[in-house]
T-cell receptor, first 112, second 114 residues
Framework: GNSVTQMEGPVTLSEEAFLTINCTYT??????LFWYVQYPGEGLQLLLK?????DKGSNKGFEATYRKETTSFHLEKGSVQVSDSAVYFC???????????FGAGTRLAVHP | NAGVTQTPKFQVLKTGQSMTLQCAQD?????MYWYRQDPGMGLRLIYY???????DKGEVPNGYNVSRLNKREFSLRLESAAPSQTSVYFC?????????????FGQGTRLTVV
């Protein structure tokens, strides 16, 4: 079946450090891929997405590239801020089933 | 802009009690979802509805029922609550088109079963 695997957290960084959160997926066909972010006490909101191989999604300084050959969609940011502290979820949408499947989430804590 | 509205925000139930979590969206979306979020397990899909009048099981449907009352509303019912159903529940909706789907989430319902 379809699944998403994320690196375990928490990830603790100093402000302005480089961030990578790994995400790999298993899916039939060609899923769309997403990163969602959840700030404390809130629901999830879309951070970025990519709908086909080699697409790069980007938003708020975050980037992720859809790599079909490695079935990966790693999230990166060159310089994190304290305000980026949140839980990040990788997700896929399987076109044939019309449902979003999420990874377990990775908590990011950024310290001044 | 209301988006996705869930009620209630908090609820405490005794084991064996029943309740219905309500969800409504005002974005004319076809797809709606119910997830539960548990520490270390991320979001797990309980049920989803690809369109009005259809519902399908997700990963963890046992102990739950759903109703897609109309295009706007998708309710989740616990017939006999158990402590294992203590969780944060999220409703979401989306267009349902593979290329354009973004899921919009409600604020969540924190449910405790004692």
């Amino acid at each position: 079946g379809n699944s998403v695997t994320q690196m375990e957290g928490p990830v603790t960084l100093s402000e302005e450090a480089f961030l990578t959160i790994n995400c790999t997926y298993t899916a039939t066909g060609y899923p769309s891929l997403f990163w969602y972010v959840q700030y404390p006490g809130e629901g999830l909101q879309l951070l970025l997405k990519a709908t086909k191989a080699d697409d790069k999604g980007s938003n708020k300084g975050f980037e992720a590239t859809y790599r079909k050959e490695t079935t990966s969609f790693h999230l990166e940011k060159g310089s994190v801020q304290v305000s980026d502290s949140a839980v990040y979820f990788c997700a896929l949408l399987s076109g044939g089933y019309n449902k979003l499947i999420f990874g377990a989430g990775t908590r990011l804590a950024v310290h001044p | 802009n209301a988006g996705v509205t869930q009620t209630p925000k908090f609820q405490v139930l005794k084991t064996g009690q029943s309740m219905t979590l309500q969800c409504a969206q005002d974005m004319n979306h076809n797809s709606m979802y119910w997830y539960r979020q548990d520490p270390g397990m991320g979001l797990r899909l309980i049920y989803y509805s690809a369109s009005e009048g259809t519902t399908d099981k997700g990963e963890v449907p046992n102990g739950y029922n759903v109703s897609r009352l109309n295009k706007r509303e998708f309710s989740l019912r616990l017939e006999s609550a158990a402590p294992s159903q203590t969780s944060v529940y999220f409703c979401a909706s989306g267009i349902g088109d593979r290329a354009n789907t973004e899921a919009f989430f409600g604020q969540g319902t924190r449910l405790t079963v004692v």
